[in-house]
């Protein structure tokens, strides 16, 4: 029996990992670690990066650090991999464009 449950809980683990995957184009930078992009049917989705925290617009260093991630992706098509929501319903999920990692690209440039 136990080894039943075992087996039934691998087969379904993958079920609940799995990420959703949000395409669309940078449309507004809000800081340093959220952005708006808006997708192939016309929806703004708020997007926050996961993993990081970056300084509010208003905080020492919060202004650079939107500038940064402006660099990065404003106006470029990006994909967003997630699986959750945050209290404010934002999307949490790590940002790729042009094949990189955004969320690790702020990080390594000390701005979150």
């Given amino acids: ?10 087969l ?15 449309v507004k930078i809000t800081d340093g670690d959220t952005l708006v992009i808006l ?4 929806t703004q989705h708020k ?3 996961t993993g990081i925290d970056a300084p509010e617009s208003n905080q020492p260093f919060g ?4 500038e940064a ?3 990065l992706v404003a106006g470029q098509q990006v994909e967003v991999d997630w699986h959750k929501r945050d209290r404010y319903q934002r999307i949490v999920g790590k940002v790729i464009a042009q094949g990189r990692d955004i969320n ?6 000390g701005m979150a």
């Fill in 63 to 66: 202004q650079r650090s939107k």
């Fill in 12 to 26: 379904l683990f993958p079920l609940f990992v799995n990420a959703d995957t949000l395409t669309g184009k940078v």
């Fill in 47 to 49: 997007i926050r990066l």
């Fill in 1 to 10: 029996m136990r080894r039943a449950i075992s087996l039934l809980l691998c």
């Fill in 104 to 109: 690790l690209a702020q990080v390594r440039a």
């Fill in 69 to 71: 991630l402006s660099d």
């Fill in 39 to 42: 997708d192939s049917d016309l």
